[in-house]
């Protein structure tokens, strides 16, 4: 039999829209009757250099701001340490045409655009960071990264998290200003939707050393988690010896939580702090077997260079916590089985997608896991994340609509 | 099996892509080079739109004798569906992934007949 088609669409013809980008998003969210789910989504980003202008407002030194307001924030471009090549040459095409997606005059834009790939793919509450900022901590005008990062600070809690009760986010503490750190602690740490704070495990700063202690004791006394997310540095030594992004980014991103937590671990950090929360993210999972592995190893036969420590490495780190993406899910199901058993994920893994940045994970990456039990994926998409940042388990209006209609 | 009406020969620009809704799947026709693919939009790894991303050339090491580096090219021959989420390749001419054969995108046949171009689905 032969049918017409009466509907189609021309590719060439079409404006980008997030929304029908993640149509087969909302497809498996509904398959998956991710309505009856409450997901948090504990590590996505938006892309701040957009609102750099109105961010630049809030920078107090009026000289930085005149820069700031000149020069903007974003990435170096093609010859640069810093190039996007996230975007993998074109390949994923929102890296390209999201700057041009229509948006209303309100809300604000990056809360139209946190919104549309939320609700498609089932996220009710989202744990937002920068993207640039990530790597602010490299900017060689060290005395400046305090005012940039306070003024992004304030901006996303007055314009951002004081408007859209879905919207969380662990603000950037500028580690190597740890008077600056605890005064953002101060500031922010009961604004609404600040669930955290968090460092850039670019820093170029040892965990360890005692001006940070303060810091940590602040968050611990406040019951606020401390987040190392994790990025790279292309100008870093042993990395600039790679000469593509798969390489820098496969090590650069699992690397520099390894010597953050090495260094957490061995000095003793947990036994110091131990009602410290501490969440690893963006490393993916594959790195913590070796570690834990590596770890409990040496120490047995070196216990006197970490003293502190009253229990093996891995005991502790099986009470951290930990977001999922980029889980290293090719072709080894048996080996991702072995790594949820040896991080407790049932109660410590947090699923993150990282939207929109290109390694992205659907909720599906978890629900799917046939290892897991209703339970366990309950947790981990949401339940697990609720407990920790102390979240009011509210659904999305959009399901709650749904659920309501029916 | 069904044949569904696409188009008729030149509507479909050269290096077009056109999404369908058949009652068996959503699908994606090419038209490039003169020929026309037929793919359902779906990415076998997390399940994106996979026919809606770029069309892109196989990337080339070029390696001399010697085993030395002299630089990167394009195989236009080797043109490559990629998945817009995350830009998993697929070869345009018969849709399996770059680098494992056994991950593919479901490939439909096309009918070219009296200035017509269908799929059977």
């Known amino acids: 039999m032969t049918t017409d088609i009466h509907s189609f669409r021309d590719l060439a013809n079409e404006e980008f829209d997030t929304r029908t980008l993640l149509r087969n998003a909302a497809q498996q969210a509904k398959d998956r009757k991710y309505d009856d789910f409450f997901i948090v989504d504990t590590d996505s980003h938006h892309y701040e250099q957009e609102a750099f202008k109105e961010i630049a407002e809030f920078i107090e030194n009026p000289i930085l701001r005149h820069e700031a307001k000149l020069q903007g924030m974003s990435l170096g471009g093609i010859a640069s340490d810093n190039a996007l090549y996230q975007g993998n040459g074109g390949r994923i095409t929102r890296y390209p045409l999201r700057g041009k997606e229509k948006v209303p005059a309100t809300p604000h834009r990056d809360i139209t655009l946190m919104e549309r790939w939320m609700d498609p793919m089932g996220v009710d509450t989202a744990v937002m960071f920068p993207t640039p900022m990530l790597n602010l901590a490299s900017c060689p005008r060290r005395e400046e990264v305090s005012g940039i990062a306070l003024a992004y600070n304030r901006w996303l809690c007055d314009k951002i998290l004081a408007e859209n009760s879905r919207l969380k986010s662990m603000l950037y503490l500028p580690f190597y200003d740890p008077d600056m750190c605890l005064r953002m602690i101060e500031e922010f740490g009961d604004r609404k939707g600040v669930v955290g704070f968090m460092v850039t495990a670019t820093t170029y700063k040892s965990n360890f050393e005692n001006p940070y202690m303060k810091i940590y004791s602040s968050l611990q006394e406040r019951g606020l988690p401390l987040g190392f997310h994790a990025a790279f540095n292309w100008s870093e030594q042993s990395l600039s010896l790679t000469n593509r992004f798969i390489a820098v980014h496969s090590l650069g991103f699992s690397w520099c939580n390894m010597l953050y937590m090495t260094n957490w671990l061995v000095n003793g950090m947990p036994e110091r702090f131990p009602k410290l929360k501490t969440i690893w993210i963006e490393s993916g999972l594959a790195w913590l077997p070796f570690l834990m592995q590596r770890l409990d190893n040496e120490f047995m036969m070196r216990t006197s260079d970490a003293p502190l420590l009253k229990r093996k490495p891995s005991d502790y780190m099986r009470e951290m916590y930990f977001t999922s993406q980029p889980m290293e899910m090719v072709n080894n199901r048996k080996a991702l089985e072995v790594t949820f058993e040896m991080i407790n994920a049932r109660t410590q893994l947090l699923y993150s997608s990282d939207y929109p940045h290109w390694d992205m994970d659907l909720p599906s990456t978890i629900y799917d896991l046939p290892f897991l039990t209703e339970q366990d994926k309950r947790n981990i998409l949401g339940g697990n994340a609720q407990r920790v940042f102390n979240l009011e388990p509210s659904l999305s209006p959009a399901k709650q609509a749904r659920r309501t209609a029916a | ?121």
């Not at chain 2, 050269?14 to 090419?30: L, M, S, Y």
């Not at chain 2, 043109?79 to 018969?94: G, K, Q, T």
């Open chain 2, 1 to 121: 099996m069904d044949e569904f009406l696409i188009c008729r020969e030149g509507e479909l620009a050269e290096g077009g892509v056109r999404i369908v809704q058949t009652p068996a799947a959503e699908i994606g026709v090419f038209h490039r080079g003169g020929q026309y693919f037929a793919y359902r939009n779906f990415c076998p790894h997390q399940g994106g739109p996979a026919c809606e991303g770029v069309l892109m050339p196989q990337v080339v090491d070029v390696i001399g004798e010697g085993g030395i580096y002299k630089g990167q090219t394009y195989d236009e021959r080797d043109m490559h569906i990629v998945c817009p989420w995350h830009s998993y390749e697929f070869h345009l001419s018969d849709g399996t992934h770059v680098c494992d054969k056994n991950l593919r995108l479901k490939k439909y046949e096309v009918v070219r007949r009296d200035g017509r171009v269908y799929v059977v689905a």
